[in-house]
């Protein structure tokens, strides 16, 4: 006799200490044990449903701070130097000047948004802004009191030498960022792969 089932029926059985909670919590909700393990496993299909496609969730302010923190600190400035010696990482060029090139300006914005994907991070901004042009407005750019708001860091974060303003830290310029990076309609998101 052929199956009448669409799929082979799943049969397991949980340990005692769940078996006790799904009993208990069926009961107290008038329903059987099937219904709430099926109602579950729909929940979780729902959410899963796009196996192996990448999901976004906005940061919170602390975690993408950390996220921007991190990677001034550790990728992007000279983790073993203080704050006022230039920016350096594998592939920057100064020239004889000791100055940045406006491509190399470049090359150090992609530079940092690629450090904020390996963490698993990434930066997007509404409108079809793209997300280069934006991020090197943030970090190479003076900036206006109608952009940021008054009382509000205006100054270039990084210079020409590329050097951090000057009395400026790594978690201040990871708060900076982030809040120019929100004044002009981005944020940071946790990207997951399900």
């Given at each position: 006799m052929p199956s009448r089932h669409a799929y082979p029926p799943i049969s397991f059985r949980p340990p005692e200490p769940l078996r006790q909670w799904l009993t208990a919590y069926a009961?107290?909700?008038?329903?059987?044990?099937?219904?709430?393990?099926?109602?579950a496993l729909e929940e979780f299909r729902a959410v899963?449903?796009?196996?192996?496609?990448t999901t976004v969730q906005a940061l919170t302010t602390r975690v993408a701070t950390d996220?921007?923190?991190r990677a001034f600190r550790f990728k992007f400035m000279r983790p073993d130097k203080m704050a006022w010696y230039p920016i350096s990482f594998s592939g920057l060029e100064y020239t004889h000047d000791g100055l940045l090139t406006p491509a190399m300006k470049v090359k150090a914005t992609q530079h940092l948004i690629d450090v904020l994907s390996s963490y698993g991070c990434?930066?997007?901004?509404?409108?079809?802004?793209?997300?280069?042009?934006?991020?090197?407005?943030?970090?190479?750019?003076?900036?206006?009191?109608?952009?940021?708001?008054?009382?509000?860091?205006?100054?270039?974060?990084f210079d020409?030498?590329?050097?951090?303003?000057?009395?400026?830290?790594?978690?201040?310029?990871?708060?900076?960022?982030?809040?120019r990076i929100r004044a002009i309609g981005g944020d940071l998101y946790s990207v997951t792969d399900q």
């Open positions: 009961a107290r909700h008038g329903r059987s044990v099937r219904g709430v393990i099926t109602e899963h449903d796009h196996e192996g496609y996220h921007l923190d990434v930066i997007r901004f509404g409108g079809g802004m793209d997300v280069s042009t934006a991020v090197h407005h943030v970090l190479w750019d003076q900036w206006t009191q109608a952009e940021i708001g008054n009382g509000r860091f205006i100054g270039r974060m020409d030498e590329g050097c951090i303003y000057h009395g400026c830290t790594a978690d201040e310029a990871a708060k900076y960022a982030l809040e």
